[in-house]
């Protein structure tokens, strides 16, 4: 086989329907198609992702990406603002930005050369609906503007769970959603975030378990409505919350 047919995403269509009842345009194929390349081409400059196989890019990055999302029905038609925290390549964020054209998304990460690569993504793939923003969450959680002004947070493999939710719900508008992306999943794990939600600001509102459609991985999504404002004091200085979790 050709290396140039290694690098082209499988037909998903049947299991996009089939398992999140949604499916793609020609249009958002084609720049799902592009995020793949552009990553397996940044890939070679810094270490952006391992899951580099066609079929375990399109699962663990694309359609992970918006299983977290697309059960939350009720929300998908509105206009939405949104914060990736954590994005690292664009995930993810970058994946909504194409499903979800009416909503903004800004995509943080800490690491300059992370937030480059997602900037210039944004650019080649023309998402005017996308912003890259490079800094620590504990900082620009404070910063009025950002600080109690999306409508969700994301957050996926960036820490533990209570500092995920320290690092994602200050920027929650009341009333808006932080959500945990997660693998496997405990009552203890419940228990830990419980208390750092409340802390916070939050409640665990729903745990929604789901397997991927074809490894069979186990996913966990988390959401915690935040349904009072977050103490002054969060998020603590950088690096506190990883130091010393709540
Ligand atoms: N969310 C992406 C995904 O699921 O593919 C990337 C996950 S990567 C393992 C974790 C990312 O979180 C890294 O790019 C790191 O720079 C970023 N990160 C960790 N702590 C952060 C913080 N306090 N503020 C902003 N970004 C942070």
Redesign the pocket.
Known sequence: MSKIETNVLPPMNQIWSQTLNWQPSDAQEQLFQQIYQEVLEGNRQQNL?RITSPEDFWEK?LWDSLSGIIALEEILAHQLQII??????G??GIPLAIAFPHWRITL????RK?ITFVNDLIAKLQLNNATGIV????ELGRIPGDRASYDLAL?????KPSVCAE?SLPFVKKGGLAIL?RGHWSDEDTAGLAAAATQLGGKIELIHRWETPLSKGIRHCIYLRKDSTTAKKFPRA?GI??KQPL
């Open positions: 992702t990055h990736d925290v954590g994005t690292g390549a995930f993810p943080l990460d800490s690491t992370k800094a620590r969450a504990e957050v996926r493999a960036v820490s690092y992306y950088v919350p990883e």
